[in-house]
């Protein structure tokens, strides 16, 4: 029996949108943990931490301290999935659970452990869990999500937005675009932060005023864990009024190099990291993403549609210690997509997904990042953070109408294309945020800071009609017409700027209660005024290990 080859195309699809193809550089039976373990609020190490396996059905005791510099390591450990504990006299135990250790890459952890309020004569020592949000100003509506929970999630596909639509309160949308409704509040209003700086829509395809998309530009593995607010948020966040990615890059390996190569559904991906110089333990990490659709049409595989999405993506950090408790590190993330829809080349019968019947639609988009952070842990129990980047989000489309009849064949005899619609909307910012985080003692602490955003316009709109007259011969080509062209929008090199400062203070007036009271404010360039003070309160208690009130 003889089988066609537009039989097996769909069911290769199917078996590549199922299956990931991928290849390490090593295959171990172990494999090393390590990192470092901070104070939450002056950021410095803390030396001594007790570090164990907490794994169930262990023979032996696992273990380690935390050195000078607040580092550990763990060497040969199985592979699979492990539960680590980590504990300090003076400080809330730390409970990770659930982390997925693989042949193919070191596992490189950051943990930040919260000082006790009171004496541990007077207070049983709770822990802190998987899962309770990073920023310690973040005590209502935060949670901390793993790269590894991107992937776990139902129907995340390695994307934050897709696996935040499985927490409560939040709401996402059809299988083609990662949009999400935060208790009621507009899409595009949720507010997208990397390393500190608030960037714009990180989602191929995105349309312009919106925060969703197809596919996420920022992909997971370059993640380091990261915190989502669904509303009452800290006060260092604003210009938002529904909810806040707040998503950090990992550092990459400083001490050996790692390589890696994956074919799946959302695109063929390649990752490198390691060393720069490992005597000042810098390091670099960096990705790259094609569309595998795109590679998919090109070899002919029908992917369901004639209009397929393009797009490419990459991001970097390079991360540089520097002495006196300093650190620089230098980001970038970026994207760019495109997509032809040419109802113009179909038949009536063709699948076309997207876009209008009656024109050809041109649409295209990129974003891009790239940022320079400074840190710094000073004397007097003060952290410091500064950030400078600059960033650029452009949005184009143009339409042509299509003027011709459909022929019995289904196709269309195309006439002419009359362009109807064109735009082109290019935003390019600068940012600079400064922030510092003073620990007063281990009941008060107080963050402060600001964030200015320089804005530069280019928005352009045009668009026009154009109609069909009467006519009574088939064979005679159809008359039509079209009104002036009206420019909706015209902006060009408009500038304005956006500042936005901030003051938070956290109280701990018991082990089981925190406070935080904080204020932020904006100022915008076009309107030349000041917004009122916007006040924030926040109160935790908690009742035991499985209960508490926000």
Not at 135 to 152: H, L, Q, Y
Not at 223 to 238: C, K, M, R, V
Not at 420 to 425: E, M, R
Not at 430 to 438: A, I, P, R
Request: glycine share 8%; with cysteine; hydrophobic share 35%.
């Amino acid at each position: 029996m003889l089988i066609h080859t537009d039989m097996i195309k769909p069911y290769l699809i199917c078996l590549a949108s199922m299956m990931v193809f991928s290849l390490q550089a090593q295959e171990n039976i172990s494999q090393t943990i390590r990192g470092q373990v901070i104070d939450t609020d002056g950021k410095y190490p803390l030396t001594g931490v007790t570090v164990l396996l907490a794994d169930e059905g262990l023979e032996e005791l696992v273990g380690t301290t935390t050195g000078q510099n607040g580092e550990f390591r763990l060497e040969n450990v199985p592979l699979g999935r492990h539960h680590l504990k980590f504990s300090f006299m003076g400080y809330k135990e730390v409970l990770l659970s659930n982390l997925i250790l693989t042949s193919s890459k070191e596992l490189i952890l950051e943990i930040a452990m919260e000082e006790l309020a009171i004496s541990l004569a007077d207070v049983e020592v709770r822990a802190t869990r998987s899962g309770e949000a990073q920023n310690e100003m973040a005590i209502v509506s935060g949670s901390a999500f793993t790269v590894e929970e991107t992937d776990r999630y139902a129907g995340s596909r390695g994307d934050p937005a897709r696996m935040a639509s499985n927490f409560a309160g939040v709401q996402g949308a059809d299988d083609s675009r990662n949009d999400i409704v935060i208790r009621g509040n507009a899409p595009g209003s949720v507010l997208w932060q990397l390393e500190g700086i608030n960037i714009p829509n990180p989602n191929h395809v995105g349309a312009s005023g919106t925060s969703g998309g197809p596919v996420n530009i920022i992909n997971n593995k370059i993640l380091a864990n990261s915190d989502f607010y669904t509303g009452a948020f800290p006060a260092e966040f604003g210009n938002t009024v529904s909810g806040v990615f707040d998503l950090k890059f990992r550092k990459g390996n400083n001490e050996k190099h790692e390589k890696s190569f994956q074919l799946g559904f959302m695109g063929a991906e390649l990752f490198l990291e390691g060393p720069i110089n490992k005597s000042s333990r810098s390091s670099y990490l960096v990705g790259y993403r094609y569309s595998s659709l795109q590679l998919f049409s090109a070899l002919g595989i029908d992917v369901g549609t004639t209009a397929v999405p393009r797009y490419q993506d990459f991001a970097f950090k390079f991360n540089f210690p520097l002495k006196n408790n300093g650190n620089l590190s230098v980001f970038a993330v970026g994207g760019k997509s495109n997509i032809d829809i040419k109802v113009s080349e179909e038949s009536i019968e063709d699948r076309n997904l997207y876009g209008e019947k009656d024109r050809d639609q041109y649409f295209g988009s990129r974003m891009a990042v790239l940022g320079l952070s400074y840190e710094k842990v000073l004397q007097n129990q003060t952290y410091m953070k500064a950030t400078l980047a600059a960033s650029q989000e452009r949005v184009e489309a143009d339409h042509y109408y299509i003027v011709g009849r459909v022929q019995p064949d289904g196709f269309i005899n195309v006439q002419d294309l009359p362009a109807i619609l064109g735009y082109n909307f290019t935003t390019n910012k600068y940012s600079q945020v400064l922030s510092f985080f003073k620990k007063i003692d281990n009941k008060n602490t107080l963050n402060y800071g600001f964030q200015n955003d320089i804005f530069g316009f280019n928005l352009t709109d045009s668009a026009r009609q154009v109609s069909i007259l009467p006519q009574n011969d088939p064979s005679a080509p159809l008359p039509y017409q079209s009104t002036p062209w009206v420019n909706r929008w015209n902006v060009d090199g408009t500038m304005a700027v956006l500042a936005q400062p901030y003051l938070q203070w956290k109280h701990k007036p018991t082990e089981t209660l925190s406070l935080v009271v904080g204020l932020h404010q904006q100022y915008f360039s076009l309107t030349d005024s000041w917004s009122p003070l916007e006040p924030r309160l926040g109160m935790n208690w908690k009742l035991d290990e499985t209960q508490k009130i926000s």
